[in-house]
């Protein structure tokens, strides 16, 4: 990776077991930790920081905003620890990871509120080891082991839940939490709180701070861009963004919808082929995936190169924060159609509508499980696996639909949409603007829509929906729903398109078989999005460690069971 974060609790001796000071920008050595770092924009106000003085070290990771005129966001952290404590990390904004070493207390590396960066560590083979880049952090244990649940997670939902990493001896860090020396410590910054208070006023002055924090990234700006409401939000509040970027063909109907808002604008708007790039998940692609989550997501990743600008822009999880993507919808029976209607579901059933909201595909799970190692049904397994994680964030909210959210949040599984751009550009994360994250946090679900969001877009700038989503042209989702139905069944008329390009079709088309599963032609058969995942979890172990036994899941018998039916987790080599 361009960018990356590594260090162990231990000395600049313990470091230079596993890493060359030399593959960093810069090594600090505290008192309990030794980090290195390496990121071009080091030192970029709002971007990377560090600092050291005879109070201790203090590096942050990522994307971070501080008031006043301070532009070292390490260098202020120190110094707000030193007298505030804990309660400095209130104030500490944006999409990060953060390491603070003091020389009168224990280290410790936080996470942002909302676990926008991931902290991955070990306590293998010696001290505990951590970094940003699971990869990296995977090679220093001796002997890593595939993690069972976690491998059949990411096949069937797309994503890995919880802590659990594709390695047992593998973890990161929870949703708004610390690691230390020798324990993991839950913070208290997100949890649901709702109350009364002006929710559009609010969410729209929030945005208008948020998006003015990010107007200082430097250099020439990007934004990629959809037909739909989020990224949109960008434009009249950063106006020198130069250039948009969609992923379609020219005359496709979000291509077209994005251009004319791109115009509006004006900026220049560029259209990107939907062709092999698209799809083609090498390991420069899958390595953004963590090996917990799928490269699918990285839509844009194929045209990195063609992408000239120093900073990017883009409305990720706006649709989670401020429109209630997982809060759990009432819905009717349209044209054959589940709607959604203007209220929530007053008894949702918390498994049934994560499902809905992860990857999983119930036929095409079983149609895998016959392809995999493990004797498992899918269905029983993916649901036991989400009651899981839904209970274990029960103590961040107290009603059904917060949970639901919370557990979303926890378990997203497009971060690595963010992960590839913070890796290459100046990348902002609106969603992760602490403001914002408190206005999702005391906002009570029934006022997280699109509606309320829809109208605070409207006090950034009045004409801000002027050129509606293609596929949404009135105000009322039922009227939407069935002009989508009479466009789907009337001949003479070209029924919505669907946001993003044919993927069954680019992969058959470019043989993308042959050119990411060409050893594995027993699952050929199987959809593309079970390919890609299987592809993206054999290439990252790939990278990962040298040792082709904690790839034995790809091959049905090659894991021995006991004789209770159980995986044996001494595993044996993949068969020649």
Partial sequence: MNKELFGVFGSIEVFERHRSVEAFDDVLVGTEVTVGIRDPGLGTPGWSARYADERGICVVWGEAYVPGDETNAARWLLDQYDSEGDA???VLNGSYLAIVDPVDDDAFVATDPVRSRECFY????????????????????????????????????????GEKTAFEELSRLPIDS?????????????????????????????????????????????LLLSAGYDSRIFLPTIPDIDRCYTVGTPSAQEVTGARRVATQYGANHVAFKPDERYLLAEESKTRYGQGIKESLHIHHSGYTDEINVD????????????????????????????????????DPDPVDSLLGKFGYDRESSEALAEHIAFNEDPDSFVRDAIAAEFDAVGDRAVTTQ??????????????????????????????ADIELVRWHLETPPAHRTTDTFLEACKRLDSDLLHHRPPDRPHDVTLLNEAERFVRRKTPLLEPFEPPWPDREWIFDHYGLDRKLLPDLEHVHGLPVRHKLRLNDLNRWIGASTDDDSARSWLH??????????????????LPQ
């Fill in 88 to 90: 400095a990390f209130d």
């Fill in 122 to 161: 070990t306590d293998e083979p010696d001290l505990r080891t951590f970094g940003t880049d699971a990869a990296s952090v995977a090679r220093t244990i001796d002997a890593p082991s595939a993690n069972r649940n976690a491998v059949l997670e990411y096949l069937h939902l797309g994503v890995t839940l």
């Fill in 178 to 222: 610390r690691l230390t020396r020798s324990r993991v410590e839950s913070l208290e910054r997100f949890v649901y709180r709702p109350h009364r208070f002006d929710y559009v006023g609010e969410l729209a002055d929030r945005l208008n701070r948020a998006l003015e924090r990010r107007s200082i990234l430097p250099g020439r700006k990007g």
């Fill in 311 to 346: 900073t990017m822009y883009h409305g990720l999880l706006c649709d989670t924060f401020f429109r209630g993507h997982f809060t759990a919808q009432d819905t009717i029976e349209l044209f054959g159609t589940e709607v959604p209607r203007n209220r929530l579901d007053p």
């Fill in 402 to 431: 917060n949970s639901l959210t919370c557990c979303g949040i926890a378990n997203q599984p497009s971060i690595p949409f963010h992960n590839h751009l913070a890796d290459n550009f100046f990348a902002s994360f609106l969603a």
């Fill in 556 to 573: 049905p018998g090659s894991v021995a069971e006991d004789g209770d039916g159980n995986d044996d987790r001494s595993t044996r080599p």
